[in-house]
């Protein structure tokens, strides 16, 4: 069977805003949206979506009070604990992008687990943001490639630094963009990877989004015409040659 390359990426956004609405606290929202996560994950890989981006936490959201911030890592650890088994059984390959740094060390050594234990899955990709900004992201990306500069053996900097080398280290370009909650913006999610994004807002809260919600998405997409800036449409897809949908 052909593997799907179709890419969605969903801002899960709205934990809190469900809880507060049944008068429980932040982060009982945020428990809820784990379960809301295991659905998804369940309905994308029956799906046949290559890949999946889950933004779970923003490098922005550290900017929310210690007590809220603690809870949601805790919550990333105990899913990745839980999941990376769960990830094996269903060929599912884990991945958590974003930045590593001011992560707790229980927390990185729960990375590494489902990392490892999940590397030679050939299922659908599923990777996590966690401290994650679009942004910094194609900063770090460019200052790695920059790295690669030596005054002795004369590299153009067109030849260390293109467009192709940049989406090679930042991955898949996305498809499909799903941001739950209401709002209509990215908040500094793939900013480079969205460029042909159709982007599907929905009010739902993220707790609430079940795997009908994700097909009503893909539906929505399949009547979209890409043009990618031309003037043929691609129809629910993009263009052969560039990536191939099975969709
Ligand atoms: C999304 O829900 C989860 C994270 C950003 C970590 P929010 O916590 O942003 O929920 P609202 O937007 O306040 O309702
Ligand atoms: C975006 O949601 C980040 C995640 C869903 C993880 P936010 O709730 O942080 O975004 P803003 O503040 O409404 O833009
Ligand atoms: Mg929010």
Redesign the pocket.
Known sequence: MEKSTFHVAI???GNGRWATARGLPRVAGHRAGADAVRRTVEAACKLEIGTLTL????S??WGRPAAETGALMQLFEAYLSSEAARCLENGVRLEVTGRRDRLSPALLAAIAIAEATTAHCEGMRLRI?VDYSGRDEILRAARLALADFSPERFLSPESILSGESLSGSLGPDVDLLIRT?G?H?L?D?LLWQSAYAELVFTPVMWPDFTARDLEAALAEFRSRDRRFGGIQSYSGGSPPGLVFHRL
Do not use: K, L, W
């Open positions: 801002i899960m956004d933004y779970a936490f923003s922005d959201n943001a909650g709002e913006r908040s999610f």
